[in-house]
């Protein structure tokens, strides 16, 4: 018989009542139990935002072998029109629109992903859906779409303006955001109220598809399916390398805690996942370089590459740098030095992340989802215990602290495309894909493995306990991002530019955007909560 425990029982284990009967439930060891609810739920609560830090710090890591991964070219041969002479040229092997919507958006949407998949496995067998997810995914549509945009619109240097140049394929993805949300409302409130069948669930997934192929479509400028809109020429280089340098002749690091890039003429790219930039790093990434050149070298390649990997966990165990011996306030100082404390068992479990020169970046892109994957597994686990011991709503959990925690990804790979990239596209097709991807993909798999388990199993569809509270959800959400997106038309017919402009005016929309995704938190919240 299938299981009919819904939400609120699962999360609560063997407590009926929230609030009134103690939570049986523990983390790690028996004794936990032992404790008073609000010290339990003080230290799930700290556990799960040490857990944050922990996904901010392997994004860095993601991003930039994600980075190697799209300038991947290959050698091609093609017919020079003028002369008929066979040239040999070097082209990029990802499409820009493509890598925008499948690397950055899939792979800074993962942690969320990961805990709505997790959550669904863990739920297989009852008949009705896992909160967490949904909840997680929706709210993290609000916090991608609101905060990342506050941030990015202030990150530009005061008066740079950074606009997005294939405005066609912004708008395609743009639609394909809205449209996910539109479907949403229509399979849980119209087309089967309250419950999901296989046939939903596998159209929520194939649209995936159907985004991708558009997307393309439109940056080809496919007749009949694309928009006939100009396009402003883009940077040969998806990330442009960096070039300041300091006084010792070596590349500034923006971004401390992630990989340095170096480049050689000829596009072979070396690196290191560092804490420092130091002329260590600089001296075995040029070996590296030189031995990639001679094929005859191998042995030479691979013990400089296991030489990088070695000084990875050296640094990882290092507290000071010269960036930190250079702070002369010792509060400062003090405040560092805890900071470089608590991330240094994060910095040493990522070390074991290769460095990113293997297979262009592929085998450091697989070992930093991996290791998202195992941060969402223990925080579902730490939403359970904190759900149980306080008795507060799951979903109102996943709309705040799970979507704020999981979209960190999201925030700082934005953050970083808004700073180093000369255009606005991927910073803003970030935002907009990863909401297509919460939903086709993050909501989509999960009620697909559900489905299925329900269907063949039962032959009974997938019931959504709290179909009602997330309907109302995403009309706020409607509402909330209308306002967002045409204060971002506004600025583009005023200032000729999405992201930057005059201080004042970017603080002003920052300012506007957090407004708007208080509204959508708290109104969620008091509706999923009964209060509204």
């Given at each position: 018989m299938p299981h009919l425990n819904n939400t609120s029982e699962n999360v609560l284990g063997s407590s009926n009542t929230i609030g009134h009967e103690k939570c049986g439930l523990y983390l790690l060891f028996k004794w936990e139990t032992g404790l008073g609810d609000g010290s339990r739920g003080f230290l799930y609560s700290m556990a799960l935002a040490y857990c944050f830090i922990g996904l901010s710090a392997i994004t860095g890591c993601f991003f930039r072998s994600m980075e190697n991964v799209v300038k991947h070219t290959r050698l091609v041969e093609e017919i020079d029109p003028c002369t008929n002479a066979k040239v040999r040229k070097h082209k990029k092997v990802w499409n820009y629109a493509i890598a925008d919507i499948t690397l950055l958006a899939f792979g800074t949407?993962?942690?969320q992903i990961s805990l709505a998949t997790i959550d669904a496995i863990r739920n297989n067998g009852n008949l009705y859906a896992g909160g967490l997810g949904p909840g997680t995914l929706v709210g993290s549509a609000a916090f991608d779409l609101f905060p990342i945009h506050a941030v990015c619109v202030v990150v530009p240097k005061a008066g740079e303006l950074k606009k997005i140049s294939d405005i066609g394929v912004w708008l395609v993805e743009l639609v394909w955001s809205f449209w996910a949300y539109i479907w949403l409302y229509i399979i849980l409130e119209v087309w089967t109220p309250d419950v999901?069948?296989?046939?939903?669930?596998?159209?929520?997934?194939?649209q995936y598809g159907l985004l991708l192929t558009h997307a393309y479509a439109q940056d080809k400028r496919w007749p009949y399916v694309s928009l006939p809109l100009p396009r402003s020429e883009r940077p040969e280089e998806w990330v442009p390398p960096e070039t300041s340098t300091n006084r010792d002749g070596n590349r500034n690091n923006k971004y401390p805690g992630i990989l340095e890039v170096n480049e050689n003429r000829d596009g072979n790219h070396a690196g290191v996942l560092s804490i420092r930039s130091g002329a260590t790093y600089q001296k075995l990434s040029d070996t590296i370089e030189s031995s990639e050149q001679s094929s005859e070298d191998i042995v030479t390649y691979n013990e400089n590459f296991l030489t990088i990997w070695k000084q990875q966990f050296v640094d990882?165990?290092?507290f000071s740098n010269s960036e930190s011996r250079k702070v002369n306030n010792t509060w400062l100082w003090l405040a560092k030095a805890l900071l470089q404390f608590l991330f240094a068992p994060w910095r040493f479990l990522f070390a074991f992340v290769p460095p990113y020169q293997i297979a262009h970046g592929w085998v450091a892109f697989?070992?930093?989802?991996?290791?998202?994957?195992?941060i969402a597994y223990i925080v579902t686990k730490l939403t359970d215990m904190i759900s149980c011991v306080t008795g507060i709503d799951p979903y109102v959990i996943a709309f705040t602290a799970l979507a704020a925690g999981t979209s960190w990804p999201d925030l700082v790979a934005s953050k970083i495309a808004a700073e180093r990239q000369i255009t606005a596209d991927s910073a803003i097709a970030n935002i907009t894909c990863s909401n297509s991807v919460n939903i086709y993909v993050g909501i989509g798999v999960p009620w697909l493995i559900n489905t299925s388990y329900n269907f063949f199993a039962y032959n009974e569809p997938l019931r959504i306990e709290n179909a009602e509270g997330l309907s109302?959800?995403?009309?706020?959400?409607?509402?909330?991002?209308?306002?967002?997106?045409g204060v971002l038309v506004f600025r583009r017919i005023t200032l000729g530019a999405e992201l930057g402009g005059p201080r004042f005016w970017a603080w002003i929309t920052s300012v506007y955007f957090m407004l708007l995704w208080l509204i959508f938190v708290v109104l969620s919240s008091l509706r999923v909560s009964g209060i509204i």
């Amino acid at each position: 018989m299938p299981h009919l425990n819904n939400t609120s029982e699962n999360v609560l284990g063997s407590s009926n009542t929230i609030g009134h009967e103690k939570c049986g439930l523990y983390l790690l060891f028996k004794w936990e139990t032992g404790l008073g609810d609000g010290s339990r739920g003080f230290l799930y609560s700290m556990a799960l935002a040490y857990c944050f830090i922990g996904l901010s710090a392997i994004t860095g890591c993601f991003f930039r072998s994600m980075e190697n991964v799209v300038k991947h070219t290959r050698l091609v041969e093609e017919i020079d029109p003028c002369t008929n002479a066979k040239v040999r040229k070097h082209k990029k092997v990802w499409n820009y629109a493509i890598a925008d919507i499948t690397l950055l958006a899939f792979g800074t949407s993962f942690p969320q992903i990961s805990l709505a998949t997790i959550d669904a496995i863990r739920n297989n067998g009852n008949l009705y859906a896992g909160g967490l997810g949904p909840g997680t995914l929706v709210g993290s549509a609000a916090f991608d779409l609101f905060p990342i945009h506050a941030v990015c619109v202030v990150v530009p240097k005061a008066g740079e303006l950074k606009k997005i140049s294939d405005i066609g394929v912004w708008l395609v993805e743009l639609v394909w955001s809205f449209w996910a949300y539109i479907w949403l409302y229509i399979i849980l409130e119209v087309w089967t109220p309250d419950v999901i069948t296989l046939l939903e669930a596998l159209l929520t997934v194939l649209q995936y598809g159907l985004l991708l192929t558009h997307a393309y479509a439109q940056d080809k400028r496919w007749p009949y399916v694309s928009l006939p809109l100009p396009r402003s020429e883009r940077p040969e280089e998806w990330v442009p390398p960096e070039t300041s340098t300091n006084r010792d002749g070596n590349r500034n690091n923006k971004y401390p805690g992630i990989l340095e890039v170096n480049e050689n003429r000829d596009g072979n790219h070396a690196g290191v996942l560092s804490i420092r930039s130091g002329a260590t790093y600089q001296k075995l990434s040029d070996t590296i370089e030189s031995s990639e050149q001679s094929s005859e070298d191998i042995v030479t390649y691979n013990e400089n590459f296991l030489t990088i990997w070695k000084q990875q966990f050296v640094d990882a165990l290092m507290f000071s740098n010269s960036e930190s011996r250079k702070v002369n306030n010792t509060w400062l100082w003090l405040a560092k030095a805890l900071l470089q404390f608590l991330f240094a068992p994060w910095r040493f479990l990522f070390a074991f992340v290769p460095p990113y020169q293997i297979a262009h970046g592929w085998v450091a892109f697989i070992f930093a989802l991996t290791f998202i994957s195992g941060i969402a597994y223990i925080v579902t686990k730490l939403t359970d215990m904190i759900s149980c011991v306080t008795g507060i709503d799951p979903y109102v959990i996943a709309f705040t602290a799970l979507a704020a925690g999981t979209s960190w990804p999201d925030l700082v790979a934005s953050k970083i495309a808004a700073e180093r990239q000369i255009t606005a596209d991927s910073a803003i097709a970030n935002i907009t894909c990863s909401n297509s991807v919460n939903i086709y993909v993050g909501i989509g798999v999960p009620w697909l493995i559900n489905t299925s388990y329900n269907f063949f199993a039962y032959n009974e569809p997938l019931r959504i306990e709290n179909a009602e509270g997330l309907s109302f959800s995403l009309l706020v959400f409607f509402a909330t991002s209308a306002g967002c997106i045409g204060v971002l038309v506004f600025r583009r017919i005023t200032l000729g530019a999405e992201l930057g402009g005059p201080r004042f005016w970017a603080w002003i929309t920052s300012v506007y955007f957090m407004l708007l995704w208080l509204i959508f938190v708290v109104l969620s919240s008091l509706r999923v909560s009964g209060i509204i």
